[in-house]
C-alpha cells in the first residue's frame, strides 16, 4: 500500500475504554425527539459501550478515533449524532439548494455504504434531513438524479463519490462533518490517495471521525493527518474477536472441508440451532465451486463475490436475509460490512491471509453482545495462518479432538504448533466428530440489555429491498 501521510505521533486528545455508566439509556444523550422516537422503534433503549462512550464527543464537537469492533453498534455512534448535529438545517423545502451535502461517511465497499445507509434512512426518518448512498458497479444515472435534488447525509464509496465530484453532481463544501468508516480497510484497498482528494475538498472547519477495527501505525498517521486532538474511544482489546463467539478450530484436510461443513450444519439442526451461517472462502472461484458443491449436497447456498454483480449481490443478500438460503458463501471483499444481527455461526472454509481478516470474518458473528459460534477448518498446510491470527489475537485457539481411528494426515514435520494440540486426524469417517455447541442464552446487548426479538432468531426480517434505496432518498 502506498502511503504518503507523514509519520508523527499521534496527539491523543483524551482516550476512554471504560464501560459506560450504569444504567445509561439513550433519552440521557439528550437527543431530539424526532431521533429518539426513531431510536425506539428500532427496539434500542440501552446504549452499546461504543454508542455511550462516542455520542457524548461526538455532539460536542470532538474530532474522534473510534477503535470498534464490527458489531459493536458503531454505526448508530456516529449517525445519531451527526443527526443531531445536522437537524438544525433541516428544511422540508423541495428546492436542492436547501439541501447541501452536510455530513459525509466514506466506506470501503458498497454493501457497508448501504448498510450505513439503511441506518441514516431509519434514524432520520421522522425528520426533514435527507440521506442518500452512491457506490460504484451501478448505473450513474439514478444517483445523478438524487445527489441533484439536494441530499444532507451522504454514504459514498470513494471512487464513485470522485466520478460524481468530477462530473459536478456532488459538492462537498458545505460538509460539517466527515466519517471515515472502516478506515483501515480503506486503507487496505488502496483507497488513500482517493481519501486524500476527497477530503481536500472538505472545508477545514469540520468535524472528522474516523473509525477503524485496529490501530494500525498506518490509521495512525492517517488520523495525524486529518484529525484534530481526536477524542480516542476504544470498547474492545485491540485486535480481539468478541467475548460472546465461541472459537473452534477442526483439524480437516482440505479435500474434506466441504464434507465437514455439511457435517456441522447437520449437528447444529440435530442440536435445535440455526443452520443459517456465513462460509467464508478466500477466492472467488473457491467461493463460487463451494456454494455449488453444498447446493447439491442439499444446503440452500448462495455465493457472494467480487465477479458477481450488484444487482446479484443483493439478490442473494436478501435471501440470506429472509432465511431463503441457510449458508452464505462469500469472499472477504464482498462480505465485508454485512450486518446480519446475531448470526449464528461463521465457518471458515479457509483461513485467511491476513490475520485481521479473521477477526473481520468472525465479527459477523456475536454481533452486540450476542452469542455466537466461529468454526475454522484449518488443514495442515494453514498452521502458519493460524499461528499469525494466534498472535495476533493473543490467545490460542481450542482445537477440538477428532474421533477415534479418524484416518489421519500426517503432520508437518516443520509444524511449530504445539504437542498438546490434536491437530492430527484430518478425514472424516461417520458418525462425524463434531461436539455439540451449546445453544446460545437469550442474547443480551454488551450494556445488559437484553436486545430486541429479531436478534434472538438470527434472521433479519425483512429489510427493503438494497435497491430501493438506490439513487435513493429513502425514508424507512
Ligand atoms: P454495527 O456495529 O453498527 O454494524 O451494529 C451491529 C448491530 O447492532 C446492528 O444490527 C445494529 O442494528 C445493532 N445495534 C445497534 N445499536 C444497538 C443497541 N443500542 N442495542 C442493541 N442493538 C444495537
Given at each position: 500500500?502506498?502511503?504518503?501521510?507523514?509519520?508523527?505521533?499521534?496527539?491523543?486528545?483524551?482516550?476512554?475504554?471504560?464501560?459506560?455508566?450504569?444504567?445509561?439509556?439513550?433519552?440521557?444523550?439528550?437527543?431530539?425527539?424526532?431521533?429518539?422516537?426513531?431510536?425506539?422503534?428500532?427496539?434500542?433503549?440501552?446504549?452499546?459501550?461504543?454508542?455511550?462512550?462516542?455520542?457524548?464527543?461526538?455532539?460536542?464537537?470532538?474530532?474522534?478515533?473510534?477503535?470498534?469492533?464490527?458489531?459493536?453498534?458503531?454505526?448508530?455512534?456516529?449517525?445519531?449524532?451527526?443527526?443531531?448535529?445536522?437537524?438544525?438545517?433541516?428544511?422540508?423545502?423541495?428546492?436542492?439548494?436547501?439541501?447541501?451535502?452536510?455530513?459525509?461517511?466514506?466506506?470501503?465497499?458498497?454493501?457497508?455504504?448501504?448498510?450505513?445507509?439503511?441506518?441514516?434512512?431509519?434514524?432520520?426518518?421522522?425528520?426533514?434531513?435527507?440521506?442518500?448512498?452512491?457506490?460504484?458497479?451501478?448505473?450513474?444515472?439514478?444517483?445523478?438524479?438524487?445527489?441533484?435534488?439536494?441530499?444532507?447525509?451522504?454514504?459514498?464509496?470513494?471512487?464513485?463519490?470522485?466520478?460524481?465530484?468530477?462530473?459536478?453532481?456532488?459538492?462537498?463544501?458545505?460538509?460539517?462533518?466527515?466519517?471515515?468508516?472502516?478506515?483501515?480497510?480503506?486503507?487496505?484497498?488502496?483507497?488513500?490517495?482517493?481519501?486524500?482528494?476527497?477530503?481536500?475538498?472538505?472545508?477545514?472547519?469540520?468535524?472528522?471521525?474516523?473509525?477503524?477495527?485496529?490501530?494500525?501505525?498506518?490509521?495512525?498517521?492517517?488520523?495525524?493527518?486529518?484529525?484534530?486532538?481526536?477524542?480516542?474511544?476504544?470498547?474492545?482489546?485491540?485486535?480481539?474477536?468478541?467475548?460472546?463467539?465461541?472459537?473452534v478450530v477442526h483439524m480437516v484436510a482440505s479435500a474434506d472441508k466441504q464434507r465437514a461443513i455439511v457435517k456441522v450444519l447437520e449437528a447444529r439442526t440435530r442440536?435445535?440451532l440455526s443452520r443459517q451461517c456465513i462460509i467464508f472462502t478466500n477466492s472467488r472461484l473457491g467461493c463460487a465451486k463451494l456454494s455449488r458443491a453444498l447446493e447439491r449436497d442439499g444446503i440452500k447456498a448462495g455465493a457472494i463475490h467480487g465477479d458477481k454483480s450488484?444487482?446479484e449481490r443483493?439478490l442473494t443478500l436478501?435471501a440470506f436475509?429472509?432465511g431463503a438460503i441457510e449458508a452464505l458463501v462469500a469472499t472477504d471483499v464482498a462480505a465485508?460490512?454485512l450486518?446480519i444481527?446475531?448470526m449464528p455461526c461463521v465457518i471458515n472454509h479457509e483461513l485467511p491471509y491476513?490475520?485481521?481478516d479473521?477477526?473481520?470474518r468472525?465479527?459477523r458473528?456475536?454481533?452486540?453482545?450476542?452469542?455466537?459460534d466461529a468454526i475454522a477448518l484449518v488443514d495442515a498446510s494453514e498452521?502458519?495462518l493460524?499461528?499469525?491470527?494466534?498472535?495476533?489475537?493473543?490467545?490460542?485457539?481450542?482445537?477440538?479432538?477428532l474421533?477415534?481411528?479418524s484416518p489421519?494426515y500426517?503432520?508437518?514435520?516443520?509444524?511449530?504448533?504445539?504437542?498438546?494440540?490434536?491437530?492430527?486426524p484430518a478425514k472424516m469417517s461417520d458418525p462425524f466428530f463434531y461436539?455439540?455447541?451449546?445453544?446460545?442464552?437469550?442474547?443480551?446487548?454488551?450494556?445488559?440489555?437484553?436486545?430486541?426479538?429479531?436478534?434472538?432468531?438470527?434472521?433479519?426480517?425483512?429489510?427493503?429491498?438494497?435497491?430501493?434505496?438506490?439513487?435513493?432518498?429513502?425514508?424507512?
Amino acid at each position: 500500500m502506498t502511503n504518503t501521510v507523514p509519520e508523527i505521533d499521534l496527539p491523543i486528545g483524551a482516550t476512554e475504554s471504560s464501560a459506560p455508566p450504569a444504567a445509561m439509556t439513550f433519552a440521557d444523550f439528550g437527543l431530539d425527539p424526532k431521533i429518539q422516537k426513531a431510536v425506539s422503534e428500532q427496539g434500542y433503549s440501552i446504549p452499546t459501550p461504543i454508542q455511550a462512550q462516542a455520542i457524548p464527543h461526538v455532539l460536542a464537537g470532538s474530532d474522534l478515533m473510534g477503535a470498534a469492533q464490527t458489531g459493536t453498534g458503531k454505526t448508530a455512534a456516529f449517525v445519531l449524532p451527526i443527526i443531531q448535529k445536522i437537524l438544525r438545517h433541516a428544511s422540508s423545502s423541495a428546492s436542492p439548494a436547501r439541501h447541501p451535502i452536510r455530513a459525509l461517511v466514506l466506506t470501503p465497499t458498497r454493501e457497508l455504504a448501504v448498510q450505513v445507509a439503511e441506518n441514516a434512512a431509519s434514524y432520520s426518518k421522522h425528520t426533514d434531513l435527507r440521506a442518500a448512498v452512491v457506490y460504484g458497479g451501478v448505473d450513474m444515472k439514478e444517483q445523478v438524479a438524487t445527489l441533484r435534488s439536494g441530499v444532507e447525509i451522504l454514504i459514498a464509496t470513494p471512487g464513485r463519490l470522485l466520478d460524481h465530484i468530477g462530473s459536478k453532481v456532488a459538492n462537498l463544501s458545505q460538509v460539517e462533518i466527515l466519517v471515515l468508516d472502516e478506515a483501515d480497510r480503506m486503507l487496505d484497498m488502496g483507497f488513500l490517495p482517493d481519501l486524500q482528494r476527497i477530503i481536500d475538498l472538505i472545508p477545514a472547519q469540520r468535524q472528522t471521525l474516523l473509525f477503524s477495527a485496529t490501530f494500525s501505525p498506518e490509521i495512525k498517521k492517517l488520523a495525524q493527518s486529518y484529525l484534530r486532538t481526536p477524542v480516542t474511544v476504544e470498547v474492545a482489546r485491540q485486535n480481539a474477536a468478541a467475548d460472546t463467539v465461541k472459537q473452534v478450530v477442526h483439524m480437516v484436510a482440505s479435500a474434506d472441508k466441504q464434507r465437514a461443513i455439511v457435517k456441522v450444519l447437520e449437528a447444529r439442526t440435530r442440536q435445535g440451532l440455526s443452520r443459517q451461517c456465513i462460509i467464508f472462502t478466500n477466492s472467488r472461484l473457491g467461493c463460487a465451486k463451494l456454494s455449488r458443491a453444498l447446493e447439491r449436497d442439499g444446503i440452500k447456498a448462495g455465493a457472494i463475490h467480487g465477479d458477481k454483480s450488484q444487482g446479484e449481490r443483493t439478490l442473494t443478500l436478501d435471501a440470506f436475509k429472509s432465511g431463503a438460503i441457510e449458508a452464505l458463501v462469500a469472499t472477504d471483499v464482498a462480505a465485508r460490512g454485512l450486518d446480519i444481527p446475531s448470526m449464528p455461526c461463521v465457518i471458515n472454509h479457509e483461513l485467511p491471509y491476513n490475520a485481521e481478516d479473521f477477526i473481520h470474518r468472525i465479527g459477523r458473528t456475536g454481533r452486540a453482545g450476542s452469542k455466537g459460534d466461529a468454526i475454522a477448518l484449518v488443514d495442515a498446510s494453514e498452521k502458519r495462518l493460524l499461528d499469525d491470527i494466534e498472535r495476533l489475537m493473543k490467545r490460542k485457539l481450542d482445537v477440538q479432538p477428532l474421533p477415534e481411528g479418524s484416518p489421519s494426515y500426517s503432520p508437518s514435520p516443520a509444524s511449530s504448533r504445539s504437542s498438546s494440540r490434536s491437530d492430527a486426524p484430518a478425514k472424516m469417517s461417520d458418525p462425524f466428530f463434531y461436539k455439540p455447541y451449546e445453544p446460545s442464552a437469550a442474547p443480551q446487548s454488551s450494556s445488559g440489555a437484553t436486545i430486541s426479538e429479531e436478534k434472538k432468531v438470527g434472521i433479519t426480517p425483512a429489510r427493503p429491498a438494497v435497491g430501493a434505496l438506490l439513487g435513493g432518498f429513502k425514508k424507512k
